[in-house]
């Protein structure tokens, strides 16, 4: 029988702190690799990558690729480089999203590119990208080579899909999934797939672990989404209404847009394509997104995802592992409530 998300409505609140402490001596060499390769003789490098690495990120991804390694009992180390790589690829895509976002914060701080600019925001990220693939290299596994470096292409689709998305009223649900799917979910599912390859278990159970991060990405993104809605920059690492501002059709306005009257459509319209975007008109897009039920119908679709995360291991045997793995799909939908 598999787990439930059983402790949405009520109970203690689900922790990262089981995974944190199953991958803490892990992550403590992970850590140690990360540090190491982000070094340059070129001191722009370090201190730009140091101050989003060092952040304040749960390094969530990377933790996944050891919890999903401590799952399937590997005994070796080749997992500590591709987890590093992972952590890179990932920061990557922040200097890169940021830039392109305009972004002012980032975990509750200024973002690198506000700091030291576009141009060096970019380059670092294209070094933390170089530097992924050494570390994939390294790792002496061409299986895992494929399915990182496919996931950072996946990953530049999707932000290109959202890109092209911006400001578009007619996205659907299925396109925004197909771009939440690739810009967050492709990479949380590679970072536990590969734990599998390393450790040489069958299709299946990589299959699994690849099910299980794709899912979980699913839902982390739902509810980050569903936040912009509900929250305020201290609780979410950015400025509250970004979303709203850039005119992303994230889900809880496609849905608010698709049940809203003549007026909310009207408004809608005004808002995406850019012409109200002043803090009173993103008071009234918190009060039409939640008259329409949007926010708790996309944390319910962030449920369902959760769940099938949950489901996905159910092949694995019980234990310290799979406990952690499970409250962190809960904490990942809780987050929002």
């Known amino acids: ?62 933790m996944l690729t050891l919890a999903a390694a401590r799952l ?4 070796g180390t080749r997992h500590h480089r591709l987890a590093a790589a992972v952590e890179f690829i990932h920061t990557a895509t922040l200097l890169h999203d940021d830039v392109v976002d305009s972004s002012d914060l ?25 530097k992924s693939f050494e570390l994939m290299v390294e790792s002496e596994s061409l299986k895992a080579l494929h399915i990182l470096s496919n996931a950072s292409a996946v990953i530049a689709e999707g932000e290109v899909n959202q ?13 925004y999934l197909d771009i939440i799917g690739a810009k967050t979910a492709a990479l949380f599912a590679a970072a536990c797939r ?4 390393v450790a040489e278990r069958s299709e299946a159970e990589e299959l699994a672990l690849d099910a ?11 509810v980050d989404d569903a ?18 501002r850039e005119g992303k059709m994230t889900l809880p306005v496609i849905l608010a847009y698709a049940r809203g009257d003549e ?15 002043s803090d009173a008109d993103f008071a009234e897009a918190i009060k039409l997104v939640q008259a329409s039920r949007s926010v708790d119908d996309t944390l319910a679709r962030a449920r369902h995802y959760g769940q099938r995360a949950i489901d996905s291991l159910g092949i694995f045997a019980n234990g310290t592992a799979k406990d952690a793995m499970v409250e962190a799909v809960e904490f990942a939908v809780a987050r929002a409530y």
């Open 106 to 130: 980032r975990r509750g701080r200024r973002t690198a590119n506000i700091i030291w600019g576009n141009p060096a925001s970019v380059l670092v990220g294209d070094f933390l990208f170089s």
């Open 212 to 222: 299980y991060g794709r899912n979980l990405g699913i839902a982390f993104q739902l």
């Open 1 to 62: 029988m598999s787990a439930t998300i059983h402790r949405l409505g009520g109970g203690p609140a689900p922790s990262l702190d089981p995974m944190m402490a199953l991958v803490a001596q892990d992550m403590n060499l992970v850590n140690a690799v990360i540090l190491d390769r982000m070094q340059s003789e070129i001191p722009l490098i370090p201190e730009l990558a140091g101050h989003l690495i060092a952040g304040g990120g749960k390094r969530m991804r990377p």
């Open 163 to 175: 890109l092209t998305a911006v400001r578009r009223l007619d996205l659907g649900e299925e396109r």
């Open 263 to 277: 007026a909310a459509r009207a408004f809608w319209k005004d808002a995406i394509s850019g012409h109200r975007n």
């Open 194 to 197: 590969i734990a599998a390859v």
């Open 227 to 244: 936040i912009d809605y509900v929250s305020d920059a201290g609780t979410m690492g950015k400025d509250a209404g970004d979303d709203f």
């Open 72 to 75: 399937l009992n590997y005994p």
